[in-house]
C-alpha cells in the first residue's frame, strides 16, 4: 500500500512545514524588533 508518490509527498510536506517554521520565528523576530523601535 506504501508507494513511492506518498513518501515523497511526505517528505516535501515535511520540508515545507520546516521552512513555514523559519518564516513564522523570522517574522516574530521582525515584529519583536519594530516594537522596540517604536519604543
Known amino acids: ?10 517528505i516535501k510536506r ?3 512545514v520546516r521552512r513555514a517554521k523559519l518564516y513564522y520565528l523570522r ?3 521582525g ?4 516594537i522596540e523601535e517604536k519604543l
Request: glycine share 4%; charged share 25%; proline share 5%.
Open 31 to 34: 515584529k519583536a524588533a519594530r
Open 14 to 16: 515535511r520540508g515545507s
Open 27 to 29: 517574522e516574530r523576530m
Open 1 to 10: 500500500t506504501h508507494s513511492p508518490s506518498i513518501t515523497t509527498i511526505q
